[in-house]
């Protein structure tokens, strides 16, 4: 069955640390991957997505993510975190020619200022 | 601009009663709506998407419907509600004819079964 892992659910780190959030998928075939965001009281909001090409994705904020097929693997990256990027952090995927979106089950990310 | 609204934010409802959460979208036409869950530990489970008007696809077999009869509306409902549907529940949408496009999401409703 088609499914996304997120294994890291609760991240608390120091403003300027090193971000990687770790998102496998489980799909048979091509896939498209995101990554969305909620902050505290907000919306929702995608972050960054690969379809093809690049394997590295650069999306708002900073953030960028590694497409590695051969790990099946969309981890998420930031060099230096801010306070400001607490949140919650979903890892998304979808199979072209579908409507279906399967979404891990979120990390939380704590920036301690 | 494009904007979604969901109403209520929030909801109160004893067990057994009926459910009705609206979800509308301003800006665009044709969307591809969705309704999803989200569980405390278990991420966002996809309910109910909606490619247009009349048209319903159910994800997850439960006690809820959906129904889109307009289309940029989009309503999720229940007959009887069970402590299980409490959660907080987001519409999104997004356009074009695969799910290659973002998606937007809006401020969602929590509900509480009791």
């Known amino acids: 069955a088609q499914s996304v892992s997120q294994h890291n659910h609760h991240v608390i780190l120091s403003e300027a640390a090193s971000l990687e959030l770790g998102c496998n998928y489980s799909?048979?075939?091509?896939?498209?991957l995101f990554w969305y965001v909620q902050y505290p009281g907000q919306h929702l909001q995608l972050l960054l997505k690969?379809?093809?090409?690049?394997?590295l994705v650069k999306g708002i904020k900073g953030f960028e993510a590694e497409f590695i097929k051969s790990k099946f693997s969309f981890n998420l990256r930031k060099p230096s975190v801010q306070w400001s990027d607490t949140a919650e952090y979903f890892c998304?995927?979808?199979?072209?020619?579908?409507?279906?979106?399967?979404f891990g089950t979120g990390t939380r990310l704590k920036v301690l200022a | 601009s494009q904007t979604i609204h969901q109403w209520p934010a929030t909801l109160v409802q004893p067990v057994g009663s009926p459910l009705s959460l609206e979800c509308t979208v301003e800006?665009?036409?044709?969307?591809?709506l969705y309704w999803y869950r989200q569980a405390a530990g278990r991420g966002l489970q996809l309910l109910f998407y909606?490619?247009?008007?009349?048209?319903i696809s159910s994800e997850v077999p439960q006690n809820l419907s959906a129904s889109r009869p307009q289309d940029r509306q989009f309503i999720l409902s229940s007959k009887k509600l069970l402590l299980s549907d409490s959660g907080f529940y987001l519409c999104?949408?997004?356009?074009?004819?695969?799910?290659?496009?973002?998606?937007?999401f809006g401020p969602g409703t929590r509900l509480l079964v009791l």
């Open positions: 998304a995927a979808s199979a072209p020619g579908t409507y279906k979106y399967i």
């Open positions: 800006g665009t036409s044709n969307p591809n």
């Open positions: 690969y379809f093809s090409g690049d394997p």
């Open positions: 799909y048979g075939g091509t896939v498209n």
């Open positions: 999104a949408w997004s356009v074009g004819g695969t799910a290659q496009e973002t998606q937007y």
């Open positions: 909606s490619v247009g008007i009349g048209q």
